[in-house]
C-alpha cells in the first residue's frame, strides 16, 4: 500500500507560480510511474502530467504543456509539479497518483493509489 501526501498547494496571483509536492511512503517508489490529476468544483478529475520511473520520460495536458513541469527524486521518493503562469482556470483541488503498471496512463482509473489532495487557488 502506498500512501501519497501532496503539500505546496495555496493561494496566488495570475501569473505567478508554485511547486506542488507528493511525498510517498513507499521504499520501492522508484517502481511507481507517477501522475498529477486535478478537479475543479463541479468538474471531473482530469490529467495533468504524468512521468515515467526514472523520469527520462513525461507527458503533459495540453492545457498545461509549457507552464507546467513534472519532475521526481527517487531519493527522497518525491514527485513534484512546479507550475508557472498559473491561470483562474488552474484552480483546482490536485492530486498525486502512482501506479506499478507498465505504461505510462492519463486516466484516473490507471491509478492504483492517490494522495488526499491540495488546493490550488489562482486569482484573477
Known amino acids: 500500500q502506498v500512501q501519497l501526501v501532496e503539500s505546496g498547494g495555496g493561494l496566488v496571483q495570475a501569473g505567478g507560480s508554485l511547486r506542488l509536492s507528493c511525498a510517498a511512503s513507499?521504499?520501492?517508489?522508484?517502481?511507481?510511474?507517477m501522475g498529477w490529476f486535478r478537479q475543479a468544483p463541479g468538474k471531473e478529475r482530469e490529467f495533468v502530467a504524468a512521468i515515467s520511473r526514472s523520469g527520462g520520460t513525461t507527458y503533459y495536458a495540453d492545457s498545461v504543456k509549457g507552464r507546467f513541469t513534472i519532475s521526481r527524486d527517487n531519493a527522497k521518493n518525491t514527485v513534484y509539479l512546479q507550475m508557472t503562469s498559473l491561470k483562474f482556470e488552474d484552480t483546482a483541488v490536485y492530486y498525486c497518483?502512482?501506479?506499478?503498471?507498465?505504461?505510462?496512463?492519463?486516466?484516473?482509473?490507471?491509478?492504483?493509489?492517490w494522495g488526499q489532495g491540495t488546493q490550488v487557488t489562482v486569482s484573477s
Open positions: 497518483a502512482a501506479t506499478p503498471r507498465l505504461v505510462i496512463g492519463t486516466l484516473p482509473k490507471d491509478y492504483n493509489y
Open positions: 513507499e521504499r520501492t517508489f522508484s517502481n511507481y510511474r
